[in-house]
């Protein structure tokens, strides 16, 4: 029995002092109404509502449980909307969790400015490269950089995209001379990606072509951040997402390898334990960082 759902259709029989028009109020037959009514009364083992073919009198109990169940009404329907005032607000703690490379490149540089703009939503972020239980942990929002979501009961809105091609330091390739075409890839030290789902393969796409090559790495690793780093220590060829690679590039600090060839690129999603989770705070939140995403795109 949905006790509050009686308790609501028992009020407007009271209140309306007729079995017909609760019912017509209420969108139910008079029959379906009557009986939850008589199997209310059966579960608290008492009369509600003594009825004739002419009139309809609350008992002693009855007259009770009516002002306790329109209190208890009433208090329901203040919680709810106070839940749903406070959902729409500003303010509280949003926690997200990110991959680290992520977090350090992309979450932490656009920070400052949210939180400019949102001085009451208070961030608590979690990096970590591994994809992690979001509901266990008591995430609101979870990035997740993958090249498809894998089904889920979980909510997934795609909010960017990300980029992948192969990489060197300028004194790497002057030392040990550029590759031309994917085939000269295997004389050369590679690093890969280890939670990378092309760990052991980089296919490479080019514009009339494509070539899968099957990689040895030298270095195997479970984080951009120190394939980054051992490119710029001049260590070999190794595949980074744009977030990190553009600045790298653009300052000439690291050179693409095969600039004609790209690693097919990943996208960027933000999940939610359900569309309910995402209340005006994480969606603000999102909308943000999608902006931001677009703009760097």
């Excluded at 266990?136 to 979870?142: A, L, M, P, Q, V």
């Excluded at 990190?244 to 004609?260: I, K, M, Q």
């Amino acid at each position: 029995m949905d006790k509050l759902g009686v308790m609501r259709a028992f009020c407007r029989i009271v209140e309306l002092k007729s079995f017909s028009k609760a019912a017509k109020d209420l969108g139910l037959s008079p029959a379906i109404l009557s009986r939850e009514t008589k199997l209310l009364e059966e579960s608290l083992g008492c009369v509600l509502l003594t009825r004739t073919t002419r009139s309809m009198t609350l008992t002693e109990h009855g007259a009770h449980y009516y002002d306790e169940a329109r209190r208890l009404l009433s208090e329901v329907e203040a919680l709810e909307t106070g839940i749903q005032a406070r959902a729409q607000q500003l303010k509280g703690t949003l926690r997200i969790n990110a991959p680290l490379s992520f977090g350090i490149a992309v979450l932490g540089p656009i920070t400052p400015s949210f939180r400019e703009l949102y001085p009451d939503v208070h961030l608590g972020i979690s990096l970590d490269d591994r994809v992690v239980d979001m509901v266990e942990g008591g995430f609101d929002i979870s990035i997740r950089i993958l090249r498809t979501l894998p089904d889920s009961s979980l909510v997934a809105r795609r909010i960017g995209q990300s980029r992948q091609a192969l990489f060197a330091s300028p004194r790497y390739l002057a030392e040990r001379g550029r590759p031309e075409a994917p085939e000269d890839l295997p004389a050369h030290r590679k690093l890969s990606f280890s939670l990378a789902d092309h760990q052991h393969t980089w296919h490479l796409e080019g514009p009339n072509t494509h070539s899968t090559l099957l990689v040895e790495p030298e270095v195997s690793v479970n984080n951009s951040l120190f394939i980054r780093d051992m490119l710029l220590a001049d260590q070999g060829i190794g595949s980074l997402p744009g977030f990190l690679s553009g600045p790298l590039e653009a300052t000439g600090a690291l050179e693409r390898v095969l600039p004609e060839f790209s690693l097919p690129s990943r996208s960027i999603f933000a999940v939610t334990a359900s569309r309910l989770s995402a209340d005006a705070k994480a969606r603000t939140f999102l909308d943000f960082l999608e902006n931001e995403l677009s703009r760097k795109d």
